[in-house]
Nanobody
Framework: QVQLVESGGGLVQAGGSLRLSCAASRTIFMINDMGWYRQAPGKQRELVAGITSGGSTYYGYSVKGRFTISRDNAKNTVYLQMNSLKPEDTAVYYC??????????WGQGTQVTVSS
């Protein structure tokens, strides 16, 4: 059963922008934090950005000031606006949601490729 559905990845030139979206199934009970992680080839998965159910945000150091996370609780949807993209942002981006018991749910991943 698909729990998180991502969209919005693709190929963009350096300096460009992309917006990722992730819709969570309502079968996930009482979603707490939602966020985005990424994994580049040969590297560990890392936090990109997160947002609490109350709207507080937190970011990975390398994306601060360039990426913005937002959330629509009514739609169980989280967004990631990515501006001033760099080649080092190239990775598979994964949506994450934590339920009322802080269990993790993951999307299938969406590829973001930034060309120089």
């Amino acid at each position: 059963q698909v729990q998180l559905v991502e969209s919005g990845g693709g190929l963009v030139q350096a300096g460009g922008s992309l917006r990722l979206s992730c819709a969570a199934s309502r079968t996930i009970f009482m979603i707490n934090d939602m966020g985005w992680y990424r994994q580049a080839p040969g590297k560990q998965r890392e936090l990109v950005a997160g947002i609490t159910s109350g709207g507080s945000t937190y970011y990975g150091y390398s994306v601060k000031g360039r990426f913005t996370i937002s959330r629509d609780n009514a739609k169980n949807t989280v967004y990631l606006q990515m501006n001033s993209l760099k080649p080092e942002d190239t990775a598979v981006y994964y949506c994450n949601a934590k339920d009322g018991r802080w269990r993790d749910y993951w999307g299938q991943g969406t590829q973001v490729t930034v060309s120089s």
